[in-house]
């Protein structure tokens, strides 16, 4: 069974309601929550992880600061479904949004609760007394209402639409904005924080739009600063031979390149500002702020450009799910640069155990581990360096050195050796020196899906109820719109 009913939930958020048990080993007082996350932001587009070309100078800070993690990935490479991993800790098989969520499925009267049935941190923070509030990109169905565990909502329903004069959902009401729509998002974000003068617990989550496409509106002073850039972070290589072809323009584009740039630089100002004011609040001491993206993105990175999608059939390339993740908490995380290998997966149960919550009962759908002891300067005994990845048609392992994607509905599948080939340019999936590996990581990737209930790979639809995207389709389908 997928879905846990809705007495099952009240159980959970019962449970987690119990008396604070303070597991960290420094001030009992529970520290409030920030979280930024950018949207299509491989870790390659930020200064902290090397970015030569793009000004993140804000983010910089905050890992010079913090724990910058350098191998941190998205367990789906395009937003909606990876939305839903990083709020439940559960894969798209058991949370059921396997691809991006069309408008009808994401807003207005026939959209449904993808949520329904399944636990969010959010529900858990409120349920301990966190004000809890929410701006910026949704994705995950009835876009439109306050979801859930949160008591401040204002967003832009749908996946993306213009950055120039948006209309936003504020707390149910519609509210025209005039001007850019990420200086919206810090306005929001910056009223919120005035109010929390009562002492009381808060958690803001401010999902950036930026840099997902469309490139048709920035500011000046987010794009003069590239107006002689050689943009060195992208790659010029020729199309791969699977481009999807609705982004095939951008190949070489610097109007691309420059609106990419210049987004991620204004989602860095917004953050810089909500940094300013948590700190003139006195509020930046007890405040966990973590920053990090959706998924990643390829800007000719492979020769392709987008996500996992960028490619028809689907990627599971590293810049599409390899993501920037930094944690920072003044005076209790220690400046550090963990290596473990981490999933968005596990993002549920590291937040509840570094905030000194008790996690709710276990729950099979929830895949993740908790890495907050990284955090603390005392690692786990043990952590495998094993993670799954879930994208429609498409599921894969990786380990340390190698990386085994499968796809069904006739696709062909790959396997890489990330030691020698770090670019994965060759496919080694037939190579009979590879053979007994790729036999057991077929195997172990198998009984992952089956323990979590998933059907085989070629019957993924009848996962969820979703309308599918057109580029999900098997070969020889007709590629539309995305």
């Known amino acids: 069974m997928i879905c846990m009913n809705r007495d099952r939930r009240s159980f959970l958020l019962s449970s987690v309601a119990a008396p604070f048990v303070q597991t960290r080993k420094r ?11 950018t949207d299509d932001h491989g870790a390659w587009a930020t200064g902290a992880y090397g970015a030569r070309g793009i000004l993140t100078p804000h983010i910089d800070r905050l890992a010079s600061g913090g724990a910058r993690f350098t191998r941190a990935f998205a367990a789906t490479p395009v937003c909606s479904p990876s939305r839903m991993t990083w709020m439940t800790g559960c894969l798209p098989a058991t949370h059921r949004v396997e691809d991006w969520l069309l408008p009808e499925d994401s807003f207005g009267p026939k959209s449904r609760d993808w949520l329904d049935g399944l636990l969010t941190w959010p529900e ?3 349920a301990r007394g966190y004000t809890t509030a929410m701006c910026g990109k949704w994705h995950m169905g009835r876009d439109d209402r306050a979801q859930r565990g ?29 001007g850019f729509k990420e200086d919206a998002l810090g306005d929001f974000a910056l009223d919120f924080l005035a109010q929390q003068k009562n002492g009381h617990n808060f958690a803001l989550l401010m999902p ?14 987010y794009h003069d ?10 790659p010029d290589t020729p199309p791969h031979a699977a481009q999807n072809p609705q982004l095939q323009k951008m190949h070489g584009n610097r109007d691309a390149k420059l609106g990419y740039s210049s987004l991620v630089t204004a989602a860095d100002a917004n953050i810089g500002r909500v940094l300013q004011r948590l700190q003139e609040l006195g509020l930046r001491d007890n405040t966990l702020v973590v920053f990090s993206a959706d998924q ?5 990175h492979h020769g392709v450009w987008g996500k996992g999608n960028g490619t028809v059939p689907y990627n599971m390339y590293e810049e599409s799910i390899r993501v920037p993740l930094i944690w920072n908490h003044p005076r209790a995380i220690v400046p550090a640069a963990p290596a473990p290998m981490v999933s968005s997966y596990d993002f549920f149960p590291t937040l509840l155990e570094y905030l000194g919550i008790d996690a709710p009962p276990p729950d099979a759908k929830r895949v993740g581990r908790s890495y907050a002891g990284f955090l603390q300067g005392a690692p786990p005994r043990q952590w495998t360096n094993r993670l799954f990845f879930e994208y429609s048609y498409v599921r894969a392992l990786r380990t340390q050195t190698l990386k085994y994607v499968e796809r069904g509905e006739g696709w062909p599948s790959e396997l890489f050796d990330l030691e020698g080939d770090p670019g994965e340019a060759t496919n080694l999936i037939d190579a009979p020196a590879y053979r007994a590996q790729r036999e057991a990581l077929r195997r172990e990737l198998e009984a992952r899906f089956k323990k979590l209930g998933a059907p ?12 599918p995207p057109a580029e999900s389709h098997g070969p020889g389908k007709t590629i539309g719109p995305g």
Not at 155 to 175: A, E, I, L, M
């Open 124 to 126: 858990v923070l409120k």
């Open 456 to 467: 085989p790979i070629d019957k993924w639809r009848s996962i969820s109820p979703q309308i």
């Open 150 to 178: 949160f008591t401040e909502w204002a967003t832009v329903p749908g996946g993306s639409g213009t950055y120039r004069n948006p209309t936003f959902v504020h707390n149910g009401r519609p509210q025209p904005i005039q």
């Open 208 to 221: 950036f739009y930026a840099p997902h496409t469309p490139f048709d509106f920035t500011p000046g002073r």
């Open 27 to 37: 001030s009992t007082t529970r520290p409030n929550l920030v979280l930024f996350m």
């Open 225 to 234: 600063p590239y107006r002689d850039s050689t943009f060195p972070d992208f």
């Open 296 to 300: 990643g993105w390829c800007a000719g």
